[in-house]
């Protein structure tokens, strides 16, 4: 078996994509292959993949029909096409395609009414039956009366196969289980364990009884990073509904093997870990679940070819099981595409293409059907996509740290500071080293200032000589005034380092700047041709949107005859950079989250955990990490900490890493702690995940622990809820550790050096390919119990510690971070409009623009985290009707899309798509539809790794089905007549935007302030 190749899966090699123009006669004439399914699976990255490499032949046009035209029109105004690749999603209205095709005649590419199969597994499993398919050993428990299908696929199964699928199928006479260990089914016996599936092909709720006592292990479709979960009290099986019951299989190797289909001949097959392993799921950057090609054998390549013809699906997924060296199918999935392989992609575009070619003489024959007017055109246009208008938050970034210095005006030592201010009322910020050493400068004239706090100006001292000259540095200088005579009350000096574009931000900025390309060529061929990108001053926010117009452009470039248009890239501080219009009500605020975080305080926001507070979780935090702090202070004495990881990104290295972690220890573990330390502690934890996983899981393991790890279980305090012992060997593909010689990192004296464990390095930081070889440790025997010579690695307590840590600081994240622009409702409606209203009127008037343009447009805004939650609550707040109430962590990348619960945003991004329609009348119709990505985000201590530390940005999804265009845009603009009491919003924030040091200070004036002493 091969991770990199599939290349022997094929006995021919297939003819390149690139050879397709040659066998078309006609250049002018394109071959339209229409995508009627959701949009969420029409416009996939696999699907976007495929498609591009069709239209990039400029042979084919495919016309994407989109939710709003398969949902809301007439099947005699969707668009007339030659070819139909259509499948069911949920939500689909399959009948609505059928009827389409049977008024069109579109040759598809999948048979529609045949896939009404896969919706009864009873019905599947007949016709595996008929075609000699081999299935595991099952029998049926009939509550329903049987399967029930269209009389027209009843009879085309029945002409082919001779089966009659409606046929009644009674309930069972006697139904009993027999002391734990076996099901009598009108006296068909069926010996534990055994797997129990619904009869619905769209429930994957199963469940495995073990028998002996031991419980059952429940299956369903993967959350977050489980697809199952073990349940000691699982023992009866269910009482209502329809049931198949199949003998439980020990497969080989403990793997599930998932075959796709390319017609007949064609096959690509993936091998992944089985759920009844240990449910969790190890993912790839990209989110998907880690899989490894495979070659199959000549008897599985007929088990496809059997599937593919007797269920009419050219494209089609199922799964098979090996064991003992024969293979066994247990579910077939009908349209399914394989995810992250440009090889597949490949052969899939040829195969689609010579499917297409060779189907096209039949289309300009005489139609048999009577009907004349089958390819006549709508009676009006169909709805296409007429502008694009996204707002992104950057790409990833290294974590952010401040320290705040304030001083009153009345305190000794202030009077050099504040002549910085040189009179101003406004923030000022200091970028540069020469404006930076001001600041410098007036600290060592402050000590030298009788009864000046010498302690806190020498804390300042050395943060600014030890961060001078590093990427990211900056001070703010912050007045405050008294409300009752508007004299200066204090100046707050904020140093600030890290938040730093990083090598991952350039791989998801190219990598979504790729994806939009494609989607667009695809959805419209025109809008590409009127781009503007507007940008913050942020230098990540600019790298960020650099990196995106770059990579827009040459995706472009690649897919064109000719050289694509200049992007304009268009500053735009007042609209996209921080202001300080909201800092009165978010200062209110986060007085407000400091007393939440108190004990017995109460829960006015949403919180997941019904038996603990806030403040319990925050003892649970500071209590790791006071151990966590005497964990990492040992190893540093015992171990070469230079030795743990070889390479460093991002400009970090050992001390840096000690120097931010022994600031987070001191900001929870020693005073009171800030709301906004969470969000640091998240942030770290986060990134030290992806980018310095050897370190991170090195330097926290105890040594204590060393000898005998452990097995996460449910009675343990520090185990993840639901999860289960992690049972593959150090022999496994799937293993999460890596064997590791531990000598080098002792320091030299040490007399008895302690090794270090394997398991206290992950190896999902490094990941190999597949050997055929390497197989897994029993997870458990069949009656569920786990064997001593078999279990295989576990967790340490150490790795145990820090998924507890993990776990722990997002929940308090989840909490905090969206509350920060507001609590209640007035809060979230003030500190939103005071942010975004004036990003937002700029957002209306691009959907007015969106309706008189000719082509189409698109209008890209790339900002930071406050804007994406601050718009993402005006839009909330908003009259217009939520898809999703809550919405998950924005993360980096963020550009719209809705989910459960408030996140961080990272390479999230809102996205207003404008639909257009004209009748026959030329008279045009516009809907828009907004929807929410929550950016690049996912459990990263489970996520297997490469060089480039990149985690994939997530889909969007629906936030605001299709509304009329006016009736969003009335919307938007309507909060209210007292709107006129926010005046800071409905201006361009003058007043309210920071001033620059290069605007205030002249060289002359740098020339003549003082450089500072030198620390000794």
């Known amino acids: 078996m091969s991770s990199c190749s599939d290349e022997k899966i ?57 939710d709003k035209v398969i949902l809301d029109e007439d099947v005699e105004n969707w668009p007339v096409c030659d070819f139909l690749i259509s499948f069911f999603s949920t939500g689909f209205p399959m009948d609505k395609a059928i009827r389409y095709v049977n008024l069109r005649n579109p040759i598809p590419i999948n048979d529609l009414p045949l896939q009404k199969l896969f919706w009864d597994r009873r019905l599947v499993l007949a016709i595996l039956d008929k075609i000699e398919v081999p299935t595991p050993k099952r029998c049926e428990l009939n509550r329903d009366g049987g399967p029930k299908v269209d009389k027209e696929v009843a009879s085309e199964i029945e002409r082919r196969f001779g089966l009659k699928l409606n046929a009644p199928r009674p309930p069972p006479k006697s139904f009993q289980v027999q002391n734990d260990s076996a099901l009598l089914i009108d006296g068909i016996r069926m010996e534990k364990p055994f797997v129990e599936k619904p009869v619905s092909g769209e429930d994957h709720n199963i469940n495995i009884y073990f028998g002996g006592g031991n419980g059952g292990r429940k299956l369903f479709r993967k959350i977050a990073n489980q697809s199952s979960i073990l349940d000691p009290e699982l023992s009866d099986p269910r009482t209502e509904g329809s049931f198949i019951y199949e003998q439980f299989m020990k497969t080989d190797n403990y793997e599930d093997i998932k075959i796709y289909t390319l017609g007949p001949d064609i096959v690509h097959a993936e091998t992944r870990k089985s759920p009844v392993v240990d449910g969790i799921v190890k993912r790839n950057l990209d989110g998907k679940e880690i899989r490894y090609v495979v070659e199959l054998t000549p008897e599985e390549r007929e088990i496809a070819r059997k599937i593919s013809t007797a269920f009419s699906q050219t494209v089609c997924g199922f799964d098979i099981l090996r064991v003992k060296g024969k293979s066994y199918v247990i579910d077939v999935n009908g349209w399914s595409f394989v995810k992250g392989n440009d090889s597949y992609y490949d052969k899939c575009a040829d195969t689609l293409a010579k499917f297409c070619l060779k189907a096209m003489p039949s289309l300009t024959l005489p139609s048999p059907n009577p009907r004349q007017d089958s390819k006549q055109k709508p009676t009006v246009s169909s ?145 590409l041709d009127d781009v503007t990108i507007f940008t913050s001053s942020e230098g990540r926010v600019v790298a960020t949107a650099e990196i995106f117009s770059a990579g827009l452009r040459e995706a472009c470039k690649a897919h064109s005859k000719t050289e694509p248009k200049t992007i304009p890239l268009v500053t735009r501080k007042d609209l996209l950079d921080d202001s300080n219009a909201a800092k009165e009500p978010m200062d209110r605020v986060k007085k407000r989250l400091k007393v939440l975080l108190r004990h017995n305080q109460g829960i006015e926001v949403d919180w997941p955990i019904a038996d603990k507070e806030p403040f319990d979780v925050v003892q649970e935090v500071i209590a790791i990490l006071k151990e966590q702090r005497d964990v990492m202070h040992m190893n540093w004495e015992k171990i070469d900490v230079e030795q743990i990881q070889s390479r460093w990104c991002c400009g970090e290295c050992p001390v840096l890493f000690k120097e931010r972690w022994d600031k987070l220890f001191s900001d929870w573990c ?228 809705a989910e459960r619960k408030a996140r961080m945003l990272t390479d999230c991004y809102l996205c207003f798509e404008v639909y257009e329609r004209i009748s026959e009348v030329e008279k045009s119709e516009h809907s828009v539809r907004i929807s929410l990505s929550e950016g690049a985000h996912g459990i990263p201590l489970d996520t297997s790794l490469d060089a480039k530390h990149a985690l994939q940005v997530i889909p969007r999804k629906q936030l605001i089905p299709h509304k009329d265009l006016d009736e969003v845009i009335a919307s938007l603009e309507d909060w209210g007549e007292n709107l006129f009491e926010l005046k800071k919003s409905t201006t361009p924030y003058d007043g309210f935007l920071p001033l620059e040091g290069e605007d205030i200070f002249s060289k002359e004036s740098l020339k003549l302030s003082p450089q500072p002493q030198t620390s000794s």
Not at 785 to 810: F, N, P, V
Not at 814 to 840: F, N, V
Not at 879 to 884: E, G, R, V, Y
């Open 383 to 527: 709805w296409k996509l007429k502008a694009m208008i996204c707002v992104f938050r950057h790409a990833d970034r290294t974590p952010k740290n401040k320290l705040k210095f304030n001083f009153t005006a009345d305190e000794p030592g202030s009077q050099p500071f504040i002549k910085l201010l040189q009179g101003r009322k406004d923030e000022i910020i200091l970028r540069t080293s020469d404006h930076l050493q001001l600041i410098a400068s007036a600290t060592d004239e402050a000590i030298t200032i009788d009864n000046s706090d010498q302690s806190k100006l020498e804390r300042l001292k050395l943060i600014l000589s030890s961060k001078m000259g590093k990427q990211g540095l900056k001070a703010q200088l912050k007045p405050s005034f008294k409300t009752e005579d508007g004299s200066l009350e204090k100046i707050t000096i904020v140093i600030k380092w890290g938040g730093e574009f990083t090598h991952a931000a350039r791989y998801q900025s190219r990598d979504i700047a790729e994806n939009f390309a494609k989607d667009l060529r695809v959805m419209s061929k025109t809008m």
């Open 10 to 66: 094929e006995t021919k090699a297939p003819v390149l994509i690139e050879t397709l123009p040659e066998l078309v006669e006609d250049d002018n004439q394109l071959i339209k292959i229409g995508i009627a399914a959701m949009d969420r699976k029409a416009r996939s990255k696999p699907m976007r993949n495929i498609l591009s490499r069709l239209v990039a032949t400029n042979k084919f046009e495919c016309i994407i029909f989109g």
């Open 670 to 897: 020693d005073g009171a702690l800030d709301p906004s330390r969470v969000c640091e502690l998240y942030d770290s934890l986060k990134y030290d995940s992806l980018h310095n996983r050897t370190f991170l899981e090195t330097i926290f393991s105890n040594s204590s622990t060393w000898p005998s790890p452990v097995c996460s279980d449910a009675s343990s305090p520090l185990a993840m809820p639901g999860s289960a012992p992690s049972m593959m060997s150090s022999g496994s593909s799937f293993s999460s550790h890596q064997h590791f010689n531990p000598i080098g990192l002792i320091r030299s004296g040490d007399s008895s050096p302690t090794p270090i464990p394997t398991s206290a390095v992950s190896l999902a930081h490094h990941h190999h390919p597949r050997q055929a070889s390497l197989k897994y440790s029993n997870p458990q025997s069949p009656d569920g119990t786990i064997k001593d010579d078999d279990a295989g690695w576990c967790e340490t307590e150490s790795l145990q510690r820090l998924r507890k840590l993990y776990k722990d600081a997002k929940l308090l994240f989840d909490l905090i971070a969206p509350q920060e622009y507001g609590i209640d409702q007035s809060e979230k409606r003030e500190i939103a409009l005071l942010t975004s209203l004036p990003l937002l009127q700029k957002i209306v008037n691009d959907l007015n623009a969106a309706k008189e343009s000719q082509g189409g447009l698109a209008r890209f805004y790339f900002t930071k985290e406050s804007h994406m939650h601050t718009l993402v609550n005006l839009i909330k707040l908003s009259k217009l009707k939520l898809a999703h109430r809550d919405v998950m962590e924005l993360d980096y990348m963020v550009n719209s899309t």
